[in-house]
């Protein structure tokens, strides 16, 4: 299946970064980190509807978006997401077409977005992550970048437009995740999951990590300097 045109994508992206630098206290971190060209598989936690603008805003590299089939049904959230040049995954199903799409992405040398949760996290804390983003992982053998997004979950209301909510994209260190011979088994692949989301958990403030909470003495501000 051919992948939609990214018509939004440009001025999407202009937009986003004239509305943050106007209506919040944007910072983003870490940019030192991002790798400049080769297949890349960024992932992050999930708190806001803006949150896929935000980190094309903030990532110098065109990011395209796997998102939930749903969103491409909305009236008016649909032509945006088919606009930035996002492609839909059924959640919770091994949507094949999805996949190939996924590695299609990647084998070309661009980059994929994904929010392994799946959902917006309703506390801002980070919940569960699914296994499709590991699967992908692992059959790419692509490496990740790991990203924190703390304060996307204040934009709601109106009263967000005159308080300039903090928002911070925190970038880590690329990796990679450990081989596994063949076929993955559910079990390895929530392994790998969980390392994924413990590497995206340790860019995140204390009050968002969640079930994925971190001992150690590292803090989100130790692992990216300001870009």
């Not at 206290?25 to 936690?45: C, F, H, S, T, Y």
């Not at 395209?64 to 089939?69: G, P, R, S």
């Not at 997401?81 to 661009?110: C, E, I, K, M, T």
């Amino acid at each position: 299946m051919r992948r939609p045109l990214a018509l939004f994508y440009i001025p999407g992206n202009l937009l986003m970064k004239l509305a943050l630098c106007l209506l919040a206290r944007w910072q983003v971190r870490g940019k030192e980190n991002i790798p400049r060209k080769g297949p890349l598989l960024v992932v992050a936690n999930h708190l806001h509807l803006a949150d896929p603008p935000l980190l094309s805003a903030s990532i110098p590299r065109r990011i395209t978006f796997m998102a939930k089939e749903e969103a491409f049904r909305h009236p008016i959230q649909g032509p945006l997401v088919w606009g930035y040049g996002a492609f839909p995954v059924r959640r919770r199903h091994l949507d094949r077409n999805a996949l190939r799409q996924a590695h299609q992405v990647l084998s070309q040398g661009q980059v994929l977005g994904m929010f392994p949760e799946a959902r917006r996290s309703p506390t801002a804390s980070l919940g569960p992550g699914l296994l499709g983003t590991a699967l992908i992982a692992h059959q790419s053998g692509c490496p990740l970048l790991p990203v924190g997004i703390s304060g996307t979950e204040q934009i709601r209301g109106l009263s967000w437009l005159w308080k300039r909510p903090k928002i911070t994209v925190n970038i880590g260190r690329p990796f990679q995740l450990p081989h596994c011979q063949g076929k993955p088994t559910k079990e390895q692949l929530a392994s790998l999951t969980d390392i994924i989301m413990r590497q995206i958990a340790q860019l995140l403030p204390p009050s968002y990590q969640g079930i994925y909470a971190t001992t150690d003495d590292a803090k989100p501000s130790d692992l990216g300097s300001t870009g």
